[in-house]
């Protein structure tokens, strides 16, 4: 089926360290997949992050990036340099633009030190 | 802009017991969605819902079901509640097309325990 793995966490980091959280994904039953990252920050709603929707492009907000790889089915998000208030819960997630459902992955837990 | 209401936002049942939840939206959004959270499984897709009286299921339907009678309002039944349950429900609205198709906005939740 469809399906979205990304690391699995918590994962720390030091403030002004670099940071990648890795997303797959599986479509077989989706032609055009759209991807996306969403993220929860503590004591807030889940809210999209970014999204891109063509292969081979980027995606960016906030100092976050993720490139949408076909050949690898990958969406990694990543940023040069977090912040505290980076500290939050992410999400990648799948959408299929023929039928307009979305999966989403586990989630992964952020918490950067200062 | 606009606002998704989740009501209830706790739900205590009993073992068994039918349980509804309904959520409520004001973007004019064609799709909507009902996800389960669980500690350590992310969302998972129960039902959404491409446009009025449409049901898609998600891998999560089983034990559940969804009715979308008008536009703006999505209810989620639980059949039958197990015992021990604890989970929270999302529900979720998008444009049905263009380019924010499936980018999705949230509620704040149904938090479900089952005595």
């Known amino acids: 089926g469809d399906s979205v793995t990304q690391t699995e966490g918590p994962v720390t980091v030091s403030e002004s360290e670099s940071l990648i959280i890795n997303c797959t994904y599986s479509?077989?039953?989706?032609?055009?997949?759209?991807l996306f990252w969403y993220v929860r920050y503590p004591g807030e709603g889940l809210q999209l992050l970014l999204k891109?929707?063509?292969?081979?492009q980027k995606g960016s907000s906030r100092g976050f990036e993720a490139t949408y790889n076909k050949e690898t089915t990958s969406f990694h998000l990543q940023k040069a340099s977090v912040q505290e208030s980076d500290s939050a819960v992410y999400y990648c997630?799948?959408?299929?633009?023929?039928?307009?459902?979305?999966?989403f992955g586990t989630g992964t837990r952020l918490q950067v030190l200062p | 802009g606009g606002i998704i209401t989740q009501t209830p936002k706790f739900l205590i049942g009993q073992e068994g017991q039918k349980l509804t939840l309904k959520c409520q939206q004001n973007?004019?959004?064609?799709?909507m969605y009902w996800y389960r959270q669980d500690s350590g499984k992310g969302l998972r897709l129960i039902y959404y819902?491409?446009?009025?009286?449409?049901?898609q299921k998600g891998d999560l339907s089983e034990g559940y079901d969804a009715s979308r009678e008008k536009k703006s309002s999505f209810s989620l039944t639980v059949t039958s509640a197990q015992k021990n349950e604890m989970a929270v429900f999302l529900c979720?609205?998008?444009?049905?097309?263009?380019?924010?198709?499936?980018?999705?906005?949230f509620g704040a939740g149904t938090r479900l325990s089952v005595l």
């Open positions: 479509a077989t039953s989706i032609a055009y997949p759209n």
């Open positions: 819902s491409i446009t009025e009286n449409d049901l």
């Open positions: 997630a799948l959408g299929a633009s023929n039928t307009n459902k979305v999966v």
């Open positions: 891109v929707i063509t292969a081979g």
């Open positions: 973007f004019n959004h064609d799709t």
């Open positions: 979720a609205s998008s444009m049905g097309q263009g380019s924010s198709q499936n980018t999705l906005y």
